[in-house]
């Protein structure tokens, strides 16, 4: 199974759903990208259609959204 | 591991996002409730802290709303 990628920037809402996203999903099969810490990242982000963190984006390239933390523009600013 | 409880409304946004979470957490690790169909389970969903669907009640109890589809109080309706 290819890797899902879990965008986040360090918001407790953020936080927490990584935990739990990591318990399900399995540390092997996620990546973790803090986009306030590497805003090289936002760009990648942002092309994978991802509109708010923390948020999920699958193998298959679909992004699930989740307990809405930030909007990516907030992280920009 | 305990199961996580999907709750869904049968909307595209809500079957999109099952398919992938039963693909990333595995179909043995997650029991499907569609609320729409089953109304009994909307009390369930909103003693579990569901506000909108689809969710995903994890083992530990935290609640992940993904990609806002519907607000329970629609599906009440």
Redesign the interface.
């Known amino acids: 199974m290819s890797k899902?990628i879990f965008y986040h920037a360090g918001c407790p809402v953020c936080v927490?759903?990584e935990q739990?996203?990591l318990?399900?999903?399995g540390l092997d099969?996620i990546d973790v990208v803090h986009i306030g810490e590497e805003a090289s990242k936002i760009t990648e982000a942002e092309n994978a259609g991802v509109k708010s963190v923390p948020a999920l984006v699958?193998?298959?390239g679909?992004?699930?959204?989740?307990?809405?933390g930030a909007s990516i523009e907030d992280v920009k600013a």
Chains 1, 2 share one sequence.
């Open positions: 899902s927490s759903a739990d996203l318990n399900l999903i099969h699958t193998p298959n679909n992004v699930l959204h989740i307990n809405f």
